[in-house]
């Protein structure tokens, strides 16, 4: 794919300078660019995005979801409307008729029969099937999905997530990964794929003038890569950003508008619980006393933060247990569980067992911090800590895509990483707990050790019911809090920055984008 879009990227970036020259006499009225620290997170399809938050929404404005979230809730998207049959265990959707695909081929019942074969067939990480029976068309425009079992997360996890292919043009696909066709990336979304320029992490939309739910209100979406959001906002180079919590007050004076997230979004330890000491309950125990969270906020965050909970779940979400298990910071009960399974200090007041010192690996990642590259400063304060209760820690600090990948291996011992989607569907409790529903997530603790834990998430993603799923969803917070397969951090506070002259009001969708994701990036923003 990057050798079929090479023109276009040599034409995209002589027409950002053009545009640049001319000024808010052309192009400004017609686009938006939005900032990314970042920038590369994959081609804006299915199988070639990064399986991170970012990379689904730019995804997600090519390619359209058979339902849709605003700032309030779920809405009409492919489908019109959708309702769901207890007896039958089915949603029927009644699609849209206006519904077009980016080559002007009608979009039917059909296509969307083929995208659920499809991701059977070739799963997509971001959404499950395995309950899912069959799908139906009984018209072209009226679906039916038959469900194995009840599935409450069905609206949120597969409805609102999973994206829409063309039957005409991936029927023939046999390798989707491998799919580099500029077909690949005909969707029926706002916004048609032009350009992504990987290494300076620029990518280019135009508006889909056939759009079913109304012509975008810019012609151009452009995401560029930038550090420094502040100067990126203030120059008009961009026209929204995340910014730091303490540039919020400095720029609403300016006449921006800023906006901020719900607790949707946490900093976790990852622990590699296969592996002794870390397959001790106690020791992630002592782990989790060991860590002073608020220090890691004040000094990492500069404050702008604050404690997860233990349970995963946000503190803001509807389903947050507040008695779910705590570990205050306790140093001298974590030298005590540390203790209990067999280690004794040395002289120099390190632990050790059987000869052998308690040493750890601790891996943290690289972050954007004004327009540098540098490591992220969890790390640096975590290592203190654990030194301080007796525990030799090296940390290594790599790219996120390099720690991601020893995560995924299991090549780790402890990892800081972090996601999103605490504050959707509690499906993310199964997803980021149990190794079935990982789908390949780096991000899941891919723990399977506790016969109660497991029992409690099959259940509750069965039961339809809100009162009784929230019953089972209060004790997986405490059962998972118990066993500590991962370590909830903090929650940033998420803040972000916008030029309300170019008539564009963004907002944080309640519950995040799709499953979750905490982004201010929905493509309803720039629908009329």
């Known amino acids: 794919m990057e050798?079929?879009?090479?023109?276009?990227?040599?034409?995209?970036?002589?027409?950002?300078?053009?545009?640049?020259?001319?000024?808010?006499?052309?192009?400004?009225?017609?686009?938006?660019?939005?900032?990314d620290s970042t920038g590369d997170w994959g081609y804006p399809n299915p199988y070639r995005h990064y399986p991170r938050g970012p990379g689904y929404i730019r995804m997600s404005w090519v390619f359209d979801t058979l339902v849709w979230k605003n700032e309030k809730g779920f809405i009409p998207a492919l489908a019109d409307s959708w309702s769901y049959d207890p007896g039958k265990k089915a949603f029927v959707f009644k699609l849209n008729r206006k519904a077009q695909w980016h080559d002007g081929q009608p979009l039917t019942a059909d296509d969307v029969i083929f995208t659920l074969n499809y991701f059977k067939k070739h799963p997509y990480p971001w959404v499950t099937l395995d309950l899912v029976d069959r799908g139906q068309a009984t018209d072209p425009y009226t679906v039916i999905i038959y469900l194995w079992e009840?599935?409450?997360?069905?609206?949120?996890?597969?409805?609102?997530?999973?994206?829409?292919?063309?039957?005409?043009?991936?029927?023939?696909?046999?390798?989707?990964?491998?799919?580099?066709?500029?077909?690949?990336?005909?969707?029926?979304?706002?916004?048609?794929?032009?350009?992504?320029?990987?290494?300076?992490?620029?990518?280019?939309?135009?508006?889909?003038k056939g759009y079913y739910q109304g012509v975008p209100k810019v012609d151009r979406l452009i995401y560029i890569k930038s550090g420094q959001p502040l100067i990126s906002l203030k120059t008009g180079q961009a026209d929204l950003a995340m910014i730091q919590p303490d540039m919020a007050e400095g720029l609403q004076k300016s006449g921006f508008g800023v906006i901020r997230d719900e607790r949707g979004w946490n900093k976790k330890l990852m622990i590699n619980h296969k592996k002794p000491p870390f397959d001790e309950k106690r020791f992630r125990q002592a782990l989790a006393y060991a860590i002073d969270r608020q220090e890691?906020?004040?000094?990492?965050?500069?404050g702008f933060g604050s404690v997860a909970s233990y349970g995963l779940l946000s503190v803001d979400h509807e389903m947050y247990n507040p008695n779910t298990p705590t570990y205050p910071f306790d140093p001298h009960k974590a030298r005590t569980l540390i203790e209990s399974i067999g280690y004794q200090k040395d002289t120099q007041g390190v632990y050790r067992k059987e000869g052998r010192p308690l040493r750890l690996q601790l891996l943290a990642s690289k972050i954007t911090v004004a327009g540098q590259h540098v490591p992220d400063r969890d790390g640096e304060v975590m290592k203190k800590q654990l030194e301080a209760v007796g525990i030799l820690v090296d940390l290594v600090v790599l790219e996120q895509a390099t720690t991601d990948s020893k995560v995924k291996n299991w090549d780790f011992d402890l990892a800081i990483s972090g996601h999103g989607g605490i504050s959707g569907d509690p499906k993310i409790l199964n997803e980021m707990i149990s190794s079935r529903y990982s789908a390949g997530s780096v991000n899941s603790a891919r723990f399977d050790g506790n016969s109660e834990l497991n029992r409690l998430l099959e259940e509750q993603i069965r039961v339809m019911d809100p009162e009784k799923r929230r019953t089972l969803v209060f004790k997986i917070q405490e059962v998972y809090a118990e066993e500590l397969p991962a370590i909830s951090l903090y929650c940033p506070d998420s803040m972000a920055a916008y030029n309300p002259k170019k008539g564009v009001t963004w907002y944080y969708t309640r519950g995040g984008i799709s499953k979750g994701v905490p982004i201010p990036q929905n493509k309803m923003s720039l629908i009329k």
Not at 297 to 302: A, L, T
Request: charged letters at 20%; one cysteine or more.
């Open 3 to 35: 050798r079929c879009l090479k023109p276009i990227g040599l034409f995209f970036i002589v027409n950002l300078f053009v545009l640049t020259l001319l000024g808010p006499c052309l192009a400004q009225e017609r686009e938006i660019r939005i900032a």
């Open 150 to 208: 009840p599935y409450a997360p069905f609206i949120s996890d597969v409805g609102g997530t999973m994206p829409i292919l063309p039957r005409h043009i991936w029927e023939k696909v046999e390798k989707p990964q491998a799919f580099d066709d500029p077909k690949a990336f005909v969707g029926s979304g706002p916004f048609r794929f032009k350009d992504f320029n990987k290494a300076q992490g620029t990518y280019l939309y135009e508006a889909f």
């Open 296 to 302: 890691i906020i004040n000094k990492s965050q500069r």
